[in-house]
């Protein structure tokens, strides 16, 4: 049985590439039976993701428990479990449809290359991405209570609340959150508004939520 843990292993796709066989395995409970400090290296295996213009071999670890001898993937947080695409391209697509409100002519001319990706897929993108939204959403605002109960952002009517549909709100969110994190722990401090949805990812799978998009 496998499962998969998202990590920030504080590389981007290049970075983590250049320096994969230096990675080692992320000390974390097993998920499977919860052991503590049970998961030990297991190889790897490959994932092919996609942007625009390019095919790329990303290799991913795997771990395996002492206990269970169930196997885990370290999947790391530039990749979704369930999509082809890199998560900056998805991120993109969504960010110019929810945030900017482009048309689809407008996303398409902007986020995809020679046709790719086919605007079917950022629709799909987006549909799954609106799916997820009220859920991340509602733990994301949970935890930014916990940090300041007064923040506009938490209050859905009162006038610096923003914007107030799902995967919009969501977005916004996610920037807060990744900047209340950046106060907590210097090494995000490399993490710009690109990083907002990788570091969601991250963070929410953390958290226990599933699919992102």
């Known amino acids: 049985m496998r499962r998969q843990i998202v990590v920030d292993f504080g590389f981007g796709l290049e970075g983590y590439c250049e320096h994969f066989d230096e990675l080692g395995i992320p000390q974390r409970d097993c998920p499977i039976c919860q052991a503590i400090g049970s998961l030990i290296g297991h190889g790897s295996y490959p994932r092919h993701p996609l942007d625009a213009t390019h095919r790329y071999e990303v290799w991913v670890k795997r771990g395996r428990c002492k206990l269970c001898h169930g196997t885990v993937s370290f999947l790391p947080n530039f990749l979704l ?78 006038p610096a609340a923003g914007p107030v549909n799902s995967p919009q709100a969501l977005l916004a969110a996610a920037w807060h959150l990744l900047a209340w994190a950046k106060t907590r722990w210097t090494e995000l401090a490399r993490h710009g508004p690109d990083d907002r949805l990788p570091f969601l990812w991250f963070w929410g799978h953390g958290h226990g939520l599933a699919r992102l998009v």
């Open 81 to 158: 479990s369930f999509r082809w695409y890199l998560l900056v391209v998805i991120q993109g697509v969504v960010v110019a449809h929810f945030e900017h409100a482009w048309s689809w002519k407008q996303v398409t001319a902007h986020c995809a290359t020679a046709g790719a990706p086919a605007e079917r897929t950022m629709r799909r993108w987006c549909h799954s991405f609106a799916a997820q939204a009220p859920a991340w959403l509602a733990e994301v605002q949970a935890t930014l209570a916990e940090q300041d109960p007064a923040a506009p952002l938490l209050d859905p009517l009162g």
